[in-house]
T-cell receptor, first 113, second 116 residues
């Protein structure tokens, strides 16, 4: 069985400030990890993913996440946020070849001017 | 055109009514999924299908049924809608294990369902 815990339900920040959205997972097998983003009134879009190799993965819009196996974490970070980053962010894990995703509860990031 | 489409996008219905939500995809993926999203609960899996002849219950299948009419179509039905089925419903697809063992999923835009 696998599970995902997003430690913060809401994160308010000011524009240009750094942000970290926390995600911890549990799984009895090797994992693949994902961050999805949901902008207001839209579906989910893949932001970034860890499959193998380098533990630091990056998105095209400045987010990055680091896979930490010993701490079973996959925290999402951005050094300087923009108003347009306001959205809900979901961490997800896939741990078996049968391929189901387990999602966390979501973190609402609100960027204030 | 969008790769994963859902119809309707919004629906208001009454308790006891039967309702069907439809999902179509042009990605050529074998696997399709239905989720519901509730505030603070994230996405929860209702049903999933790994091919036309393979349908499986997810974690919250009670009160729902599905039909996989073709590789590209996967419908979700509420036989007798109740107010606590008010939620945002998402369809998703993924490629088969041989090509994508990590199961990256692609989502439709969602259907907002309100049951009065």
């Amino acid at each position: 069985a696998q599970s995902v815990t997003q430690l913060d339900s809401q994160v308010p920040v000011f524009e240009e400030a750094p942000v970290e959205l926390r995600c911890n997972y549990s799984s009895s097998v090797s994992v693949y990890l994902f961050w999805y983003v949901q902008y207001p009134n839209q579906g989910l879009q893949l932001l970034l993913k860890y499959l193998s190799g380098s533990t630091l993965v990056k998105s095209i819009n400045g987010f990055e996440a680091e896979f930490n196996k010993s701490q079973t974490s996959f925290h999402l970070r951005k050094p300087s946020v923009h108003i347009s980053d306001t959205a809900e962010y979901f961490c997800a894990v896939s741990g078996t070849s049968y391929g189901k995703l387990t999602f966390g509860q979501g973190t609402i990031l609100t960027v204030h001017p | 055109d969008a790769d994963v489409t859902q119809t309707p996008r919004n629906r208001i219905t009454k308790t006891g009514k039967r309702i069907m939500l439809e999902c179509s995809q042009t990605k050529g993926h074998d696997r399709m999924y239905w989720y519901r999203q509730d505030p603070g609960l994230g996405l929860r899996l209702i049903y999933y299908s790994f091919d036309v002849k393979d349908i499986n219950k997810g974690e919250i299948s009670d009160g729902y049924s599905v039909s996989r009419q073709a590789q590209a179509k996967f419908s979700l039905s509420l036989e007798s809608a109740i107010p606590n089925q008010t939620a945002l419903y998402f369809c998703a697809t993924s490629d088969f294990v041989g090509r994508a063992p990590y199961n990256e999923q692609f989502f439709g835009p969602g259907t907002r369902l309100t049951v009065l």
